[in-house]
């Protein structure tokens, strides 16, 4: 039942029954057609105290993947935006740090030659947009970016690129017990002060990719000293959850086919479970893509998600709002 | 202000003007020598809203030692004890696994043989007990273990032998809106398995020593693959805390020199924070042990800990109770 879609009368009779939080609706911004109802069908039947599907909040764990699940992703994951920025901001203050074709591409904002550099061109950038500072100095950062820098055919804030429906999902989710979980492929110094600034997910409820780090005596602090340990993608999901939550969630929420073996994972356990793709089929207000391209190839997740149960969020249909800040 | 120290009748027209919870005493194990003050006023300091050392509760983070500090460690680290019997307990199904002398020391419990065989001896034994079953199983059996087998000198439980004091700190801090987590040397599904068990903090909320671990598609389970890939223990304390919980905790407490980068790290940062060393001084109730031995040295945390500002914990005169199940 919609609030929204109920005389007035009865609203007000209602309102004067019964308290508000159980009437509002929790998720204003989806609209009827499926999955809403299956998501609030899973978290009602998890939390009926008695029933068969009851879970105990201290299992009630949902996992989200973050680019193209819980903001945007294009033309290019933001945190390549970020990087590309920092690096700008980087060489205004010292040229001679330019000393490569990606580099250079990067400060010229020159999109095109810097894909041409390849993946080693855009990690090359990445990596001198995190050097020399300390974590705690790079999150400030990027949480400055996140509410200043615009995004280029937008015009928002990254910030304001959150998706309106899985902000209110992970609120639900969270008031129904739920501890909620980012799970990106994306470096999680970045990806923590993504979560806590955007969403208030907090810093050790993010799981992502991860290079080497030690213990500095001197500083006391802990440093990163390069390599890489864990890309968390594709099979790389299902172990970094492991090694960080340690039981296996009953809710996973992605976008692409480098979120397939999280759902797998998630929904292959005993009790119930609910896996969950946004479709990107949006091209007037956000962006259409799904079997090919660069970034967020969701293939083998269409083509299994019946068998498997999972449900399919077509973004244009299901979603009456997309970007948090519009 | 303790609430036993007080006339009864005073005390009754207390109870009648303030809530209960405001009077009990939260550390009744605690005497008041020292440690149980220093704690109580840091953790007042952080809760109070619009005080110069207020903390908000999302920073909150307090981190543990296990062994030795929340339960005892003697004569060996609980976890070679749970591996002993788990040897034993296979080798009578299966009399053909004890194919090296550790392994056959462990099974008679021939603790004195299987300590000549030395750390590979033990880590043997260690491994074989964890291995060809799947976490959660394994899990299963270590909390069955924890209420069923008993220690070779107390004769309780070891689920008995965590220490009162410590758990009743645990849940003080708990009701302060501190986080609690365990940073164990112990291997991290062990770990994980006693603290949701013993303590009841959840998995998530374990940082302990782990190997490599892979997906594996046929079960659908994370498997572990061998290897060591973080030793939790000194040095490696901070790196594991950096890596899953992302912020500086403000609060450790251990009782080794494993321990000692813990605290360097915790009472580095530039907010209110506290350290605290378990000195284990109580030969008659529990174990006393501190500078020399093979387990729970502390040497260089008892020569520092006065210049660092660090709480050395007497034992002996400090817990008016030690085990939780005596």
């Known amino acids: 039942m919609r609030l929204d879609a ?24 989806w609209t009827d057609e499926g999955a809403q109802a299956r998501i609030v069908a899973f978290v009602e039947s ?68 810097l894909m041409e550099t390849g993946m080693d061109g855009l990690l090359e950038v990445v990596e001198v947009s995190h050097a020399g500072v300390s974590i705690e100095d790079f999150q400030a950062d990027v949480e400055d970016w996140l509410t200043h820098a615009t995004h280029p055919t937008s015009g928002l804030t990254y910030a304001q690129m959150t998706y309106a429906p899985m902000v209110e999902l992970l609120g639900y989710l969270h008031d129904n017990g739920f501890a909620t979980w980012i799970v990106s492929g994306g470096g999680v110094d970045f990806i923590r002060a993504v979560g806590e600034a955007a969403y208030g997910i907090p810093p050790w409820q993010v799981v992502g990719s991860r290079g080497n780090s030690a213990w500095d005596p ?32 009953i809710l996973a929420f992605g976008n692409s086919d480098g979120d397939y073996q999280m759902l797998d994972y998630v929904t292959s356990g005993e009790g119930p479970s609910l896996g ?40 244009k249909a299901e979603w009456s709002r997309v970007w948090s800040g519009e």
Do not use: C
């Open 46 to 113: 998890v939390t009926e105290e008695g029933g068969a599907g009851y879970v105990a909040p201290e299992r009630r764990i949902a996992v989200f993947d973050n680019d193209g699940t819980l903001w945007s992703e294009q033309p290019v994951y933001f945190q390549f935006l970020y990087a590309l920025d920092a690096v700008k901001a980087k060489a205004e203050a010292d040229p001679s740090i330019l000393t490569s074709p990606a580099l250079k591409a990067a400060a010229a904002g020159d999109m095109q030659a």
């Open 276 to 315: 969950l793709l946004v479709h990107h089929t949006d091209a007037e207000r956000e962006f259409a893509y799904d079997r090919e391209g660069h970034i967020g190839v969701l293939d083998k997740g269409l083509e299994d998600a019946e068998g498997r149960g999972w449900v399919i969020v077509d973004m």
């Open 6 to 29: 109920l005389p007035t009368l009865a609203a007000a009779a209602l309102l004067a029954a019964a308290p508000l939080s159980a009437l509002a609706d929790p998720l204003p911004s």
């Open 218 to 249: 001197e500083t006391k602090t802990v440093v990163k000293t390069g390599g890489v340990v864990l890309i968390d993608d594709k099979e790389g999901k299902p172990v970094g959850i492991a090694q960080q939550i340690g039981v296996r969630p």
